[in-house]
């Protein structure tokens, strides 16, 4: 399966008087690179989502919003603790008449107190909430992944076109570099023999010569390393983990094949075959950057 990174998921999930709302989006990265956006309340969870997204998702920048919606009085996340609210009253109370003040307690006092209106779950309320969470995380991942897998199909596509391409213009460098180091061969026996003109001349010699400085203009090895790593990158393409991390590189490899023919080759046939398989390769390595 060919996964891209870019991709979104929503799940949600039921409790008793709660629902959890959570969306992911994906972008491309070289590495995993989680960000969660959700209430501060859930920050002692946050290692535990991380860990199960971690173990989904491999590659990404990965945005995750985490919503917690209250159907019942139980589970709203700002509330007066009505036991707190009693105890403190009394304190302040007493503190009052021990003192001998006249001011009255207000409403504004009591709420301005910190334990008083709580903006938190207790861990009580945490290990409710909890596996609702995972499964609405669990739904927004396996969305995600189907979308991450339609637009990995679809690069698969493109890309093994691509490969076809580079293929087909290799055997067209192929055909004319054998054509192309003769007729280099008999340049430069020609320019020799213009040069020495009727002195005698040792052919062995002229033909080592010649052969040595034909040889530079060989890309028969280039060639069969360039094939090499077309095969490879078909059989890898979709196949295993991390797959757009090895495809790169490979991609990478192919360039420095073709840059050596290119180098080496000094006809205008070639030149433009090569000039194309790195424009395909170029384009081959910005879809692969897009692969999980």
């Known amino acids: 399966m060919i996964y891209s990174m870019t991709g979104f998921g929503k799940g949600t999930a039921s409790g008793d008087g709660f629902e959890v709302e959570i969306e992911i989006t994906s972008l491309n990265s070289r590495y995993l690179d989680l960000k969660f956006r959700m209430p501060g309340y859930f920050n002692a969870i946050e290692h535990k989502l991380r860990s199960l997204v971690s173990q989904k998702l491999e590659r990404g920048k990965v945005n995750l919003f985490v919503n917690l919606v209250p159907t019942g009085p139980r589970f709203k996340p700002s509330r007066i603790d009505l036991d707190a609210a009693e105890s403190f009253y009394g304190e302040i109370a007493a503190l009052r008449e021990r003192l ?25 309320e945490l290990e409710i909430i909890y596996p609702v969470m995972v499964e609405a995380m669990e739904k927004a991942i396996d969305e995600l992944q189907a979308s991450r897998a339609r637009e990995g199909e679809a690069l698969g596509d493109d890309l093994r076109e691509r490969k076809e391409k580079v293929l087909s213009l290799t055997d067209a460098i192929e055909m004319l570099s054998h054509e192309n180091s003769q007729a280099q061969l008999r340049k430069l026996k020609e320019r020799l023999r213009a040069i020495i003109g009727d002195a005698q001349v040792d052919e062995q010699r002229l033909l080592l010569e010649a052969g040595i400085l034909a040889e530079r203009y060989d890309t028969t090895e280039e060639l069969v390393r360039l094939r090499s790593h077309l095969n490879n990158f078909e059989s890898d ?35 433009a075959f090569v000039i194309s398989i790195k424009e395909e390769l ?7 950057a897009n692969l999980e």
Do not use: H, W
């Open 100 to 124: 001998g003040l006249t001011s009255e307690i207000d409403i504004n006092t009591l709420v301005s107190i910190p334990d008083v209106v709580l903006t938190c779950y207790s861990e009580a």
């Open 237 to 271: 393409l979709g196949q295993g983990d991390s797959q757009g991390k090895r495809l790169s590189f490979i991609l990478q490899e192919m360039l420095r094949e073709t840059n050596t023919i290119g180098s080496k080759c000094n006809d205008a046939a070639i030149s």
């Open 282 to 288: 170029e384009k081959m390595r910005e879809q692969a």
